[in-house]
C-alpha cells in the first residue's frame, strides 16, 4: 500500500470522499470513478505492508487502520477494506514511500513495479466481478419484458412468412424498402447524436484513450463513438444500394422462385414449426456436452503441499492433511504446515483432462452437425415431394413432413453420421489451431505465427464448403436414397454443371432473406432501445430499472435474429431443394409429352425464359 497525495484519486484523478452509503460509481462526466473504497486521509502511509506482515505485526497493522474503511475491523479484508491508490512515478521510477523495493512477508525484496501490475490485475477482477453482478440484477429485472420482445419478433417473423404466401413480389419489394429506411433512419439519429454532443466536456476524448470500460453507457457519451456507427451505415446503405441497383433482374428471377418456394410451404406449413423440433434436440446437445464439461472440470481432486517459513527439504512435496501431524516431516520441521495449494490431480485420468475435453468438444460438433442433418434431409424431402408430385397438390403424401422424417430415420441414419462426422472433425481441428494460437501468443516465431494463421483459414474454408457441400448431399439423400458418396458427388457435379443458374440464384435469395431478416431484427431492436431507455412516452413508467440498459436490448435483438433464422431457414432449405429438383428436371425431361417437366409453368416460365411450349408446361401440371 502507499500513497501520493493528501487525498485518495479515483481511476481517472477524480478526487473522492469515503461514502458509507456508497452503492456504485457516481458520474459527474462520462468518466466513471474506481470502484475501490474512496477516503480522504490528512497523510499518505510511508511504510509498507503485505498481508503476511500484517498478520505477524500487530503493530504495522494498527497504524495502517487509519488509512481503512470504518468497517474494516481485521486482516481477513485486506484489499477490500483499504483504498488502493496508485503508486507515483518521479523520474520515471515507479516509488511507494520513497521507495523502489518492498519485503513480501517472505523475505524477499521485490519490485514496486510488482506491486502495481498485482493491483491493477486485482481491480480488473473486482470490476469483472462487479460488472457480472450488474447484468445479472438486470436480467432479474427485465427477463419478462424480453421474453416479450422475443414473442414479438416469433408473431413478426410468422406474419411475415405468411404474408410472404400470398405476396411474396410484394412482400420482397416491401422488405427491400423497409430496409433501407430502417438504415436510413439509423443514419439519421447516429448524425443527430453526434451533433447533440458537439460542445459538450469529454465527448472529443478518442475510444483509444478511454480504454475498455464496463459500463458501456460511458462510450455514448463520446462523438467518435456515434461517427464509427454512423459510417458502418452508411456503408451498410451504400452496399445494399449499388447490389439491388446491379441485381435488379436477378431479384426479379428470386422472386419467382420464392414464390415456388411460398407455394410449397403453403402445401407443407407444419414445416415452419419442424425448427423447434431441432432447437429442442440441439438444446439436448448443448446440454449433455456442458454437464460433461462440468463434469470433467469438478472431477479434480484437492491437492495440499507442505509450507515451511525456514529451510525446509520437504518444502513444496505433496502431503495429505490427516496423516501429517503424524509424518517425519513436522519431526524434522516443526513449524511446517500441510495447506491446500490447488484442485488437480498426479494420477492418469488427470493427466489427460484436457483430452477428454477435447474429445467432449468434438461429440458435441459431431452430435449437433447431425440434428442439423437430420433437419435439413426432412425438409428437403418434404419439399422434394411437392417438387416431384405430378399434379400437385393431389399426388403429394398426406403428411410429407412426417413421411420424410420417418425416411430420414429409418433409411438415411448412417449417411448423415457419416457426412456430420466428416464435418466434426473439420471443426474440432479448427478449434484445436485456436487452442495452440491461443498458447502461442507470446511466441516470437513469425513464421510459426504465419503458418498457423493460414492454416486456420484454409480450414475455415473447408469447414464453409464441407456445409454447403453437405447441405446439397442431403437433398440428393432425400430425392434418391442413396448413400452419402454417391449423393455428395452427383450433387457437386449437378451443381457445376448449372454454374450460373447457382451464383445468380443461390446468392441472390440468401441476400433477400438476409434482408429480411435484418428488417425484423431492425424493427425489434428499434422498438427495445426506445422502451429500455424509457424513451416511449405511453409506457415510460413501465420499463424496469437498469443498470446497463443494453444487457436487454443485446439479448432481444440476439434472440429475435436467431428465431428469424429458423423462419428463413426453412424458405432458404425449400429454395435450395426446388433448385436442385429443377437442375435435376431440366437433366432428365425434356418437355415432351413421353418425358413431361414436373416444374409449375410459372417456374418454367421465368427460369427457362420462356423457352418451353406453354402446351407443354400446362400438360405437365395435368
Given at each position: 500500500m502507499?500513497?501520493?497525495?493528501?487525498?485518495?484519486?479515483?481511476?481517472?484523478g477524480?478526487?473522492?470522499?469515503?461514502?458509507p452509503?456508497?452503492?456504485?460509481p457516481?458520474?459527474?462526466?462520462p468518466?466513471?470513478v474506481?470502484p475501490s473504497?474512496?477516503?480522504?486521509?490528512?497523510?499518505?502511509?510511508?511504510?509498507y505492508?503485505t498481508?503476511?506482515?500484517?498478520v505477524g505485526s500487530?503493530?504495522?497493522l494498527e497504524?495502517y487502520?487509519?488509512f481503512?474503511?470504518?468497517?474494516y475491523?481485521?486482516?481477513?479484508?485486506?484489499?477490500?477494506g483499504?483504498?488502493?491508490?496508485e503508486?507515483?512515478?518521479?523520474?520515471?521510477v515507479?516509488?511507494v514511500?520513497?521507495?523502489?523495493?518492498?519485503?513480501?512477508?517472505?523475505?524477499?525484496h521485490?519490485?514496486?513495479?510488482?506491486?502495481?501490475e498485482?493491483?491493477?490485475?486485482?481491480?480488473?477482477?473486482?470490476?469483472?466481478?462487479?460488472l457480472a453482478?450488474?447484468?445479472?440484477?438486470?436480467y432479474?429485472?427485465?427477463?419478462?419484458?424480453i421474453?416479450?420482445?422475443l414473442?414479438?419478433?416469433?408473431?413478426?417473423?410468422?406474419?411475415?412468412?405468411?404474408?410472404?404466401?400470398f405476396?411474396?413480389?410484394?412482400?420482397?419489394?416491401?422488405m427491400?424498402?423497409?430496409?433501407?429506411l430502417?438504415l436510413g433512419?439509423?443514419?439519421?439519429h447516429?448524425?443527430?447524436?453526434?451533433?447533440?454532443?458537439?460542445?459538450?466536456a469529454?465527448?472529443?476524448m478518442?475510444?483509444?484513450?478511454?480504454?475498455f470500460?464496463?459500463?458501456?453507457?460511458v462510450?455514448?457519451?463520446?462523438?467518435?463513438t456515434?461517427?464509427a456507427?454512423?459510417?458502418?451505415?452508411?456503408?451498410?446503405?451504400?452496399?445494399?444500394?449499388l447490389?439491388?441497383?446491379?441485381l435488379?433482374?436477378?431479384?426479379?428471377?428470386?422472386?419467382a422462385?420464392?414464390?415456388?418456394?411460398?407455394?410449397?410451404?403453403?402445401?407443407?406449413m407444419?414445416?415452419l414449426?419442424?425448427?423447434?423440433?431441432?432447437?429442442?434436440l440441439?438444446?439436448?446437445?448443448?446440454?449433455?456436452?456442458?454437464s460433461?464439461?462440468?463434469?470433467?472440470?469438478?472431477s479434480?481432486e484437492?491437492?495440499?503441499?507442505?509450507?515451511?517459513?525456514?529451510?525446509?527439504?520437504?518444502?513444496?512435496?505433496?502431503c495429505r492433511?490427516?496423516?501429517f501431524n503424524?509424518?517425519?516431516?513436522t519431526?524434522?520441521?516443526?513449524?511446517?504446515?500441510?495447506?491446500?495449494?490447488?484442485?488437480?490431480?498426479?494420477t492418469?485420468?488427470?493427466?489427460?483432462?484436457?483430452?477428454l475435453?477435447f474429445?467432449?468438444?468434438?461429440?458435441?460438433?459431431?452430435?449437433a452437425?447431425?440434428?442439423?442433418a437430420?433437419?435439413?434431409v426432412?425438409?428437403?424431402?418434404?419439399f422434394?415431394?411437392?417438387y416431384?408430385?405430378?399434379?400437385?397438390?393431389?399426388?403429394?403424401?398426406?403428411?410429407?413432413?412426417?413421411?420424410?422424417?420417418g425416411?430420414?430415420?429409418?433409411?438415411h441414419?448412417?449417411?448423415?453420421?457419416?457426412g456430420?462426422?466428416i464435418?466434426?472433425?473439420v471443426q474440432v481441428?479448427?478449434?484445436?489451431?485456436?487452442?495452440?494460437?491461443?498458447?502461442l501468443?507470446?511466441?516470437?516465431?513469425?513464421?510459426a505465427?504465419?503458418?498457423?494463421?493460414?492454416l486456420?483459414?484454409?480450414?475455415w474454408?473447408?469447414?464453409?464448403?464441407?456445409?454447403?457441400?453437405?447441405r446439397?448431399?442431403?437433398?440428393?439423400?432425400?430425392i434418391y436414397?442413396t448413400?452419402f458418396c454417391t449423393s455428395?458427388?452427383?450433387?457437386?457435379f449437378?451443381?457445376?454443371?448449372?454454374?450460373?443458374?447457382v451464383a445468380?440464384l443461390d446468392?441472390?435469395?440468401?441476400?433477400?432473406?438476409?434482408?429480411?431478416k435484418l428488417?425484423?431484427?431492425g424493427?425489434v431492436?428499434?422498438?427495445?432501445?426506445?422502451?429500455?431507455?424509457?424513451?416511449?412516452?405511453?409506457?415510460?413508467?413501465?420499463?424496469?430499472?437498469?443498470?446497463?440498459?443494453?444487457?436487454?436490448i443485446?439479448?432481444?435483438?440476439?434472440g429475435?435474429?436467431?428465431?428469424?433464422?429458423?423462419f428463413?431457414?426453412v424458405?432458404?432449405?425449400?429454395v435450395d431443394?426446388?433448385?436442385?429438383?429443377?437442375?435435376?428436371?431440366?437433366e432428365r425431361?425434356?418437355?415432351?409429352p413421353?418425358?413431361?417437366?414436373?416444374m409449375?409453368?410459372?417456374l418454367?416460365?421465368?427460369?427457362?425464359?420462356?423457352?418451353?411450349e406453354?402446351?407443354k408446361?400446362a400438360?405437365?401440371?395435368?
Open positions: 502507499g500513497g501520493h497525495g493528501d487525498s485518495y484519486y479515483g481511476k481517472h477524480t478526487p473522492q470522499k469515503y461514502d452509503t456508497f452503492k456504485g457516481i458520474y459527474d462526466s468518466l466513471p474506481s473504497p474512496q477516503i480522504c486521509v490528512s497523510k499518505c502511509p510511508d511504510r505492508l498481508y503476511l506482515t500484517a500487530p503493530a504495522s497504524y487502520r487509519n481503512c474503511t470504518p468497517e475491523k481485521g486482516t481477513q479484508k485486506v484489499g477490500l483499504c483504498p488502493q491508490p503508486p507515483p512515478a518521479k523520474k520515471g515507479i516509488m514511500g520513497n521507495k523502489t523495493t518492498y519485503e513480501d512477508g517472505w523475505g524477499n521485490r519490485n514496486v513495479t510488482e506491486l502495481l498485482g493491483a491493477k490485475k486485482a481491480n480488473v477482477v473486482l470490476e469483472t466481478r462487479q453482478m450488474k447484468i445479472f440484477e438486470d432479474t429485472v427485465s427477463w419478462y419484458w421474453i416479450i420482445g414473442v414479438i419478433a416469433m408473431v413478426a417473423s410468422l406474419i411475415f412468412i405468411v404474408l410472404l404466401r405476396l411474396a413480389g410484394v412482400m420482397v419489394w416491401v427491400i424498402v423497409m430496409v433501407i430502417v433512419y439509423g443514419i439519421f447516429c448524425y443527430m447524436e453526434y451533433a447533440k454532443l458537439k460542445g459538450e469529454g465527448s472529443d478518442s475510444l483509444t484513450d478511454l480504454g470500460q464496463t459500463d458501456l453507457r462510450y455514448l457519451h463520446l462523438r467518435q456515434w461517427l456507427f454512423l459510417i458502418i451505415l452508411c456503408v451498410l446503405e451504400l452496399l445494399i444500394v447490389l439491388l441497383i446491379f435488379r433482374k436477378r431479384i426479379l428471377i428470386a422472386i422462385l420464392i414464390k415456388e418456394a411460398s407455394r410449397a410451404v403453403g402445401h407443407v407444419s414445416s414449426l419442424f425448427p423447434l423440433c431441432t432447437f429442442f440441439l438444446c439436448l446437445c448443448i446440454a449433455y456436452w456442458a460433461t464439461a462440468v463434469f470433467l472440470s469438478t479434480n484437492a491437492v495440499y503441499k507442505v509450507f515451511n517459513e525456514s529451510a525446509c527439504p520437504f518444502a513444496g512435496q505433496t492433511p490427516e496423516t503424524t509424518s517425519n516431516v519431526k524434522l520441521c516443526p513449524d511446517a504446515q500441510c495447506l491446500f495449494a490447488f484442485y488437480g490431480g498426479e492418469a485420468y488427470h493427466r489427460y483432462l484436457v483430452v475435453q474429445f467432449n468438444v468434438f461429440m458435441f460438433f459431431w452430435l452437425n447431425f440434428v442439423i437430420l433437419g435439413q426432412t425438409l428437403a424431402g418434404a422434394a415431394s411437392y416431384w408430385a405430378f399434379k400437385k397438390p393431389d399426388d403429394m403424401p398426406a403428411f410429407p413432413l412426417f413421411s420424410a422424417f425416411r430420414a430415420l429409418r433409411y441414419t448412417g449417411s448423415l453420421a457419416f456430420s462426422l464435418l466434426a472433425i481441428i479448427r478449434v484445436i489451431l485456436e487452442y495452440l494460437d491461443h498458447r501468443k507470446a511466441a516470437e516465431n513469425k513464421f505465427k504465419f503458418l498457423l494463421s493460414c486456420k483459414c484454409c480450414f474454408c473447408l469447414e464453409k464448403f464441407l456445409k454447403f457441400l453437405n446439397n448431399a442431403y437433398i440428393m439423400i432425400a436414397g448413400n455428395a458427388r452427383n450433387a457437386f449437378l451443381l457445376m454443371r448449372n454454374i450460373i443458374r445468380v446468392k441472390v435469395t440468401d441476400f433477400l432473406f438476409f434482408l429480411g428488417l425484423i431484427v424493427s431492436g428499434i422498438l427495445a432501445f426506445f422502451f429500455f431507455t424509457q424513451r416511449i412516452k405511453l409506457v415510460q413508467d413501465t420499463a424496469p430499472p437498469l443498470n446497463y440498459y443494453w444487457v436487454p443485446l439479448t432481444v435483438i440476439v429475435s435474429y436467431l428465431i428469424a433464422h429458423g428463413f431457414s424458405y432458404g432449405m425449400c431443394t426446388l433448385f436442385l429438383c429443377f437442375c435435376e428436371d431440366l425431361n425434356d418437355g415432351s413421353e418425358r413431361p417437366y414436373y409449375s409453368p410459372e418454367s416460365e421465368i427460369l427457362l425464359k420462356g423457352h418451353l406453354p402446351s408446361s400438360d405437365s401440371q395435368g
